[in-house]
């Protein structure tokens, strides 16, 4: 026997003998990969996918050239839901055996599906000049170009692929969609129902053909047919509980809560093993059933029966907190970070904790909980989650986007991670970075309607109101019966006096939903308005008030239009025809001492703005009147009692306390109104308008470096913003750090904007000054002491005029 030395030479003398003996006794990889091969085919048939995809994998690496092992894998991927790894399963299967049609069909769907519509259409295209007659891709070209919004291409394809099989299901689905797109559903559904199409695709029992039919059955009011479609998907796929939950989903919108319940106890019995199943049911005895007790009695009975019991304890916790028993509910959870062998349960019973506090805003006891678990999991998502949330609301902005990044390297398709960085990154002024990431967010989720949302709101705050009606009219496409996504549309497109446009979008929220003809009418008014039509307006804003008589916008638009048509005498038969009703309707009194306050009867004003907060003592409404009619009389003390008083009723009214800041601007008394917006951006770090307030405040009213550092830092914020108030607070903060051509750019464009604000004029003609451009500097301020003359920006101006040698 040869002796071992315990020496580093003669250990790596024997793993290289070691290695070679192996490689010898393998053969070559193209043996080695059949081995492979043959050995993933034997656990495949013994239902060990697991294990059989990882030689699978490894014959591939051997050798790429292996069809049967990648089709293999690609079985094992699309039935375990893989779907980055069936892609390229797929793709390696197309590049070697570009005449797999099948193949090449299932690759283009899936990267249709995953937003990748170009790629899609090139595999098509490469596939329809092997075989031109192939209807399945002549069938996917459709698909691609109606979702590009490629109409007239796409109705082509869908005909060619119908003149080689006239049955095929996925042309008739894009014929049908075209037909209901245009508004014709049951068009849409008598192209599905042909007798011969109709039994041809029942008997392939195609999913998403049969789905659409139960789309358009319920659009065109046949909730019998719908119903009956359901159950035959059920019955033919019995183990997707999927459509079980299509069908409770149906049965709630019907209102037909026990055949809901029943259903979800028949899917809980059949499935004892399945947790989500009975939190579904548990779920619906909550919210739907709206009983606490049924909900919590089925949790006990689930605990007591033993076995894995962590997700019912966790869903309980969640009963205790949506109940307001906090207490009960963080004891629970903290029983639970100790009383579980899972680190996996602890750690997710930690992070709910977490979350707790987070809401609670005990910024420490979050941090203990974060810290402890990023200790044992330092990538751990959720925890780098939370503890970015909490470094935003400390204003740590760099630290919390490292943390998200971090978390999106290991879940990189997570919107909720891409939101918060989106919000990390506008609040850092990185708007380019705050942009990407919430369209990616937007891509990632599907065009998802509450994230899309999101997003049009980020670029209507930034000012790009263009931009914003794109996103929504793309949204309007992909959810044509979302009400808030068209009244968004409107929106928008009222602001940019498009009357027609919001017409439009009114018109489509009237025929989705007759609950919403008020709002529908509500937009059409606001549009007639805009074309001066009056009378018109006036029906439309009757039509509002009738359908929500107690809302304040239908009763503040009625009275505008009629005053716009002069018709005050009108206004006040209205206003006190609503008073007749309700006395304390303390948005009609503000509207009549609006009126008595416009009429000169100062005295009777007052006395109706102090009856709303009389008659509605939480309603902001009649505080701001009476702040407003104060502050016009220069009485700014009272004006700033009144407001306390109010906040006294409402303390989280952070209309109130912007009002008081500005109270405090017009008062002079400027650190008081530091101090006010300083309040207000610690409970929403992300108002724009306080930010911008602040930073023009500390830019003009304070010298030293910690608070020119946090103008600057607000200033960022703004950045990338068309709003002329933000670029003119932009433009002062450049000129105050010495980047004089930004200042003078940024000035230009507000006050191309604003010609009317001395302060503005003021700023742009010192950028002048600084850019030796004394002439153009001149004009400017004097524009400004013209508009000045009386206030204490004046002596600034003037000596700003004496710079530039006027």
Not at 25 to 32: A, H, K, T, V
Not at 281 to 292: E, P, Q
Not at 512 to 521: E, F, K, P, R, Y
Request: glycine share 4%; aromatic share 6%.
């Amino acid at each position: 026997m040869t002796k071992f030395d315990g020496s580093y030479a003669s250990a790596q003398k024997a793993l290289v003998l070691l290695a070679a003996l192996q490689l010898a006794g393998c053969g070559s990889p193209e043996e080695r990969a059949q081995k492979f091969y043959e050995n993933g085919v034997k656990l495949a048939a013994e239902h060990q996918n697991a294990k059989a995809a990882i030689e699978f994998r490894n014959a591939v690496k051997l050798k790429k050239e292996l069809p049967p092992a990648w089709k293999a894998l690609a079985q094992i991927d699309e039935a375990s839901r893989n779907w980055s790894g069936l892609a390229a399963d797929l793709r390696a299967i197309v590049e070697l055996d570009p005449r797999d049609a099948s193949a090449r069909l299932k690759l283009g769907k899936l990267l249709l599906l995953a937003g990748s519509a170009d790629e899609a259409l090139g595999l098509a295209n490469a596939g329809i000049q092997l075989d031109e007659h192939n209807a399945d891709l002549h069938a996917l070209k459709a698909a691609i170009f109606i979702k590009q919004n490629n109409r007239s291409d796409g109705i082509r394809e869908a005909q060619l692929a119908l003149a080689v099989d006239p049955a095929h299901a996925d042309a008739l689905m894009v014929m049908a969609v075209d037909r209901l797109g245009s508004g014709d559903a049951k068009g849409a559904l008598a192209l599905l129902q042909e007798p011969v199409v109709s039994q041809t695709i029942d008997r392939e029992n195609n999913v998403g053909f049969q789905l659409l039919k139960i789309k358009l059955f319920g659009q065109t009011g046949d909730e019998r047919s719908s119903e009956a479609a359901l159950k035959k998907l059920i019955e033919l796929n019995p183990q997707e509980s999927g459509f079980r939950r299509l069908l409770i989903t149906f049965y709630v919108e019907q209102h037909r809560l026990d055949d809901a319940e029943n259903t979800l106890k028949n899917l809980v019995a059949d499935r004892p093993s399945d947790s989500e199943a009975e939190l579904d049911l548990v779920r619906f005895l909550y919210f739907i059933r709206k009983s606490a007790q049924a909900a919590q009695q089925e949790l006990d009975t689930r605990i007591r029966s033993g076995g894995d019991v962590f997700p019912y304890e966790m869903a309980r916790a969640d009963i205790y907190f949506a109940e307001g028993k906090l207490a009960d509910g963080k004891q629970l959870l903290e029983r639970l970070t100790n009383a579980s062998d899972s680190p996996e349960h602890v750690r997710t019973a930690k992070i709910a904790l977490a979350q707790v506090y987070l809401s609670q805003r005990d910024f420490d006891a979050t941090d203990r909980i974060v810290v402890d678990v990023l200790r044992d999991d330092a990538h751990n998502a959720s925890a780098l989650k939370l503890r970015a949330s909490l470094r935003l609301e400390r204003l740590q902005l760099d630290a919390a986007i490292a943390d998200l990044n971090d978390a999106l390297n290991s879940q990189p398709r997570s919107t909720d991670l891409m939101l918060l960085l989106a919000k990390a990154y506008e609040r850092s002024g990185l708007i380019e970075l705050a942009d990407k990431e919430l369209a990616d967010a937007t891509k990632a989720s599907n065009m998802d309607a509450k994230i899309g949302l999101d997003y049009a709101t980020f670029l209507q705050r930034r000012g790009s109101g263009a931009r914003a009606e794109d996103l929504l009219a793309k949204l309007s496409k992909r959810w044509p019966s979302n009400a808030p996504i068209l009244s968004a549309l409107a929106t928008v497109r009222l602001a940019r006096q498009d009357w027609a446009g919001a017409q439009e979008a009114a018109e489509s929220i009237r025929q989705i939903d007759s609950n919403s003809a008020g709002l529908a009418d509500q937009i059409l008014g606001t549009a007639l308005i805009g074309r001066k039509r009056y009378d018109e307006a006036i029906a439309a804003f009757q039509n509002a008030y009738n359908a929500a008589p107690s809302a304040a916008q239908p009763i503040e638009s009625l009275v505008g239009a009629f005053l716009k048509a002069n018709r005050k005498d009108q206004a006040m038969a209205f206003l006190k025809s609503v008073l007749a009703k309700n006395p304390d309707n303390a948005n009609a009194l503000v509207l009549q001492g609006s009126i008595q306050r416009s009429d000169g009867a100062t005295d009777e004003a007052r006395k109706s703005f102090q009856n709303a907060v009389k008659a509605q003592p939480k309603d902001p409404a009649g505080y701001r009147a009476l702040v407003d009619l104060n502050v016009s009389q220069e009485k700014y003390d009272e004006a700033i009692r009144i407001i306390r008083s109010g906040l006294e009723q409402r303390p989280d009214a952070t209309a109130l306390v912007m009002v008081l800041a500005n109270v405090f601007e017009r008062k002079a008394d400027y650190e008081s109104a530091i101090s006010e917006y300083q309040s207000v951006l610690e409970k929403e770090p992300g108002n724009l308008i306080a930010a911008n307030n602040l930073a023009s405040l500390l830019l003009d009213h304070r010298t030293d470096s910690a608070s020119l550092t946090q103008a600057q830092s607000l200033a960022a914020f703004l950045r990338k913003s068309d709003i002329p108030q933000f670029k003119d607070t932009l433009a002062w903060a450049s000129y105050l750090r010495g980047d004089y051509r930004t200042a003078v750019t940024l000035s230009q464009e507000a006050s191309a904007a604003l010609p009317n604000q001395a302060a503005i004029r003021y700023h742009l003609g010192m950028a002048y000054i600084a850019t030796s451009q004394f002439k153009e500097a001149s004009e400017q301020l004097k524009k400004a002491l013209e508009m000045a003359s009386n206030t204490p920006l004046a002596e600034q101006i003037r000596s700003a005029l004496k710079k530039a040698g006027a």
